[in-house]
C-alpha cells in the first residue's frame, strides 16, 4: 500500500540557514509526488510537484528513487517559510491522494 | 478568494447530534475530495466522487455520509456514529479524477461536546 512518511513533527531553523524536510513513500513504480503547504490562516495549497522540476519561492525538491524520497529543501530559510508542510503520493491510479502527518517549520529571526 | 468556499467556519454541536457541512466550487472541476486533519495526522480522506452522483469511501469513512447531487455541490454529514467528531475538515476538488492538482476550501472547525 501507498505511505508517506514525514519524520519531523517540527523542524527549527534560524533565517539564512538551509532547510530541509523530509518525505519517504512506499510505491510501486513511478510515482509523481507532491509538497504542499498550508502558512497561518490560510488555505492549504500547491507548493511543488516533481514532475515540473520548477522552483517555487525558492524550494525545490528531488526525486530519488533509490532512497525512495522526495524531501524538500531551500538553501537560505525565510521567516515567511514558517507553516506546515505536507508531502502527498498518488494513488488508486490518481484518483486521490495519500498526505504524509507534516512537518511544522518555524523559521526564527 | 473564491474557488470553493466552506461554511460554516466554526460548528459546534452536542453529542448524538448529526451535523451536515458545506462544500460547494465554482471552478467547474469534476472531483471533489473530503478530508480531517488532525494535528500529528495530516489528512486522511474521508470520501471522494469523482463525477455527479458518483463517490466513494476513503479511509477513514466510518460514521460519515455523503451525496454529489450536484457539480458544484458535496456536502458531509458527521453522523452521530462517529465516534471522534471534533476536528478540522476540509474540502477540496480537482477538474477531474486523475488530474492531481487539489484545491482547497478554507475548512470547517467542528466541536462536539
Request: no cysteine.
Given at each position: 500500500a501507498q505511505r508517506v512518511t514525514q519524520p519531523e513533527k517540527l523542524l527549527s531553523v534560524f533565517k539564512g540557514a538551509p532547510v530541509e524536510l523530509k518525505c519517504n513513500y512506499s510505491y510501486s513504480g513511478s510515482p509523481e509526488l507532491f509538497w504542499y503547504v498550508q502558512y497561518s490562516r490560510q488555505r492549504l495549497q500547491l507548493l511543488l510537484r516533481h514532475i515540473s522540476r520548477e522552483s517555487i519561492k525558492g524550494f525545490t525538491a528531488d526525486l530519488n528513487k533509490g532512497e525512495t524520497s522526495f524531501h524538500l529543501k531551500k538553501p537560505f530559510a525565510q521567516e515567511e517559510d514558517s507553516a506546515m508542510y505536507y508531502c502527498a503520493l498518488p494513488r488508486n491510479y490518481g484518483q486521490n491522494f495519500v498526505f504524509g502527518p507534516g512537518t511544522r517549520l518555524s523559521v526564527l529571526p | 478568494d473564491g474557488g470553493i468556499t466552506q461554511s460554516p467556519k466554526y460548528l459546534f454541536r452536542k453529542e448524538g447530534q448529526n451535523v451536515t457541512l458545506s462544500c460547494e466550487q465554482n471552478l467547474n472541476h469534476d472531483a471533489m475530495y473530503w478530508y480531517r486533519q488532525d494535528p500529528g495526522q495530516g489528512l486522511r480522506l474521508i470520501y471522494y466522487s469523482q463525477i455527479v452522483n458518483d463517490f466513494q469511501k476513503g479511509d477513514?469513512?466510518?460514521g460519515y455520509s455523503v451525496s454529489r447531487?450536484?457539480?458544484e455541490s458535496f456536502p458531509l454529514t458527521v453522523t452521530?456514529?462517529?465516534?471522534?467528531?471534533t476536528a478540522f475538515y476540509l474540502c477540496a476538488s480537482s477538474i477531474q479524477a486523475g488530474v492531481l492538482e487539489q484545491y482547497f476550501g478554507p475548512g470547517t472547525r467542528l466541536t462536539v461536546t
Open positions: - | 477513514i469513512a466510518e447531487e450536484k457539480k452521530s456514529a462517529q465516534k471522534n467528531p
